[in-house]
C-alpha cells in the first residue's frame, strides 16, 4: 500500500490509500468526464487492511450513493499548474484550476458520487463510476440527499449534460459486443453506447472518416470511427490481445 506525500505552505501530510477500484475503464481515454453519465460503467472498490473489516463499512446498507475522494493516479505532477484547459471548453481555452474538475489538480484529489449496488465483505460494488483501473481511493462519505443536493446551485460553464452523439454498429461488432456480454456478465453493449455518446475526442479534433479510434472496456477492445463528425459508428469489439 503506497503513501502519497500531501503538502501545504505551512506542513506536510502523508495519506493512505483505504482501497483500490477495479473498473471497467482500463485506459483513460472514452471514461465520461463526469460519473453517472454512463450508468453502465462499474467496478469494485476493495479494500485494504484494516479498513476490509465489517466495523468500518458498517451501516452503509442503507446508503444508495456514495462520495469517493480518491488519486488521479496517472496525472500526479511535482508542479502545480494555476490554469488548465477543461475539455469542456474545447481543451483550447484556459481557466484557474480551482474553476474545474480537470485531473490535474494541486494534491491529485478527484471526488465522485457513485451508486452503491452492493456490499461484501472488504468490498464494494459501484455503478456509474468515472474512475480508471487501480484508482487509489482515500475515502468514503455518503451521499446526504437533503445536504448534497442544492436544488439553487448554477454553474454557468456547466449548466447542463454534454450533448449526446448518434452511436450506431456494425452488425458484426453488436454480435461481437453481445456475446462479450454474456462472458462478462456485463451490460457492455449498454456501456459502449453510453461512454461513446459523450464523444471522447478532444473537443478541438475533427474526425476524419478513415480515422480509427479505441478504447479498452473491461478485457475487450473497442473500436470505432466517425462517418460524419456528430455519429459514431462501432467497428469492433475483440477480446484484448
Known sequence: MGNFQLW???MSYSVSPIGFVRSCFKEKFAIPRQPHLAPAARGVLELVAPFDQPEAIEGLEHVSHVWLLFLFHQALE??????????????NQSMGVFATRATHRPNGIGQSVVALDKIEPGKLYL????LLDGTPVLDIKPYVPYADCISSAT??????????IKVNWQPQA??????????????????IEQCLAQDPRPAYQSPQPERRYGTRL????????????DQICVLEVVPGT
Open 8 to 10: 501545504s505552505p505551512a
Open 78 to 91: 511535482d508542479k502545480p499548474r494555476l490554469k488548465v484547459r477543461p475539455p469542456r471548453l474545447g481543451g
Open 127 to 130: 455503478s456509474g463510476i468515472d
Open 155 to 164: 454553474n454557468s460553464m456547466a449548466d447542463a449534460a454534454p450533448r449526446l
Open 174 to 191: 453488436l454480435q461481437q459486443a453481445s456475446e462479450q456480454a454474456q462472458r462478462l456478465q456485463q451490460p457492455l453493449v449498454e456501456l
Open 218 to 229: 473491461w478485457d475487450v477492445e473497442v473500436r470505432w470511427h466517425y462517418p460524419q463528425p
